[in-house]
């Protein structure tokens, strides 16, 4: 595979592909929460390389290209603990309009809700990159809307209820295959078909 790299690629950005090695190798040895974090970080990194070299997000993302104006959070004017407990207080004068056998579900659910009204539902932070690098995650069975709430819970510290849905995503065949992919693409392989293999004789 070495001999099929973009080998100009790999030496200018020798640093983050060793970074990025290391930290995915790591992930395949660890678990639950850590692995995950591990994997969408590296996409994370991957997609910035992209914005900062101004592959993708040109128009959004300025000159000098900036990752985090490239949000999918709105900006709010006051912190996050103020921000979070005004809209919960909203979300709970709307229970006055819920239908009473579903009151105290609703309630129950404002804390899981803050997060998604912060979210810009029409901005997807991945879908130029994942175009760009011509991946579809939906081909290793992941949303990645659900990817991202999961980072959400995981990120603020709440408790994931469905360690299921954590397990599913984890098992290699998931996030660490689409993973996986999009670094082969970074380092110059485009399709794994493509590969030259040297044959050992002897």
């Not at 070495?2 to 930290?23: F, G, T």
């Not at 979070?84 to 709970?92: A, C, G, P, S, T």
């Amino acid at each position: 595979m070495i001999r099929n790299v973009n080998s100009k690629s790999i030496i200018d950005n020798k640093e983050l592909v060793s970074k990025l090695v290391e930290r995915f190798n790591y992930a395949l040895k660890v678990g639950n929460e850590t692995k995950f974090m591990i994997l969408y970080n590296i996409l994370e990194q991957l997609r910035n390389h992209y914005i900062l070299t101004g592959q993708i997000e040109r128009d959004k993302a300025g000159n000098p290209p900036n990752p985090n104006k490239v949000r999918d959070e709105y900006k709010f004017v006051h912190g996050v603990d103020k921000t979070n407990n005004f809209i919960k207080k909203i979300l709970k004068q709307i229970t006055e309009i819920v239908a009473p056998e579903d009151k105290a579900t609703f309630e129950s659910e404002i804390p899981n809700k803050v997060p998604d009204i912060k979210l810009m539902s029409m901005s997807n932070q991945f879908d130029s990159y994942f175009k760009f690098a011509n991946v579809d995650p939906k081909k290793y069975d992941l949303d990645f809307e659900e990817l991202k709430g999961l980072r959400n819970k995981i990120f603020h510290g709440r408790r994931v209820d469905d360690k299921g849905q954590l397990d599913k995503v984890n098992w290699y065949e998931h996030l660490p295959k689409l993973t996986g992919e999009l670094m082969i693409k970074f380092f110059g392989i485009d399709d794994l078909k493509t590969i030259k293999k040297k044959r050992n004789f002897g």
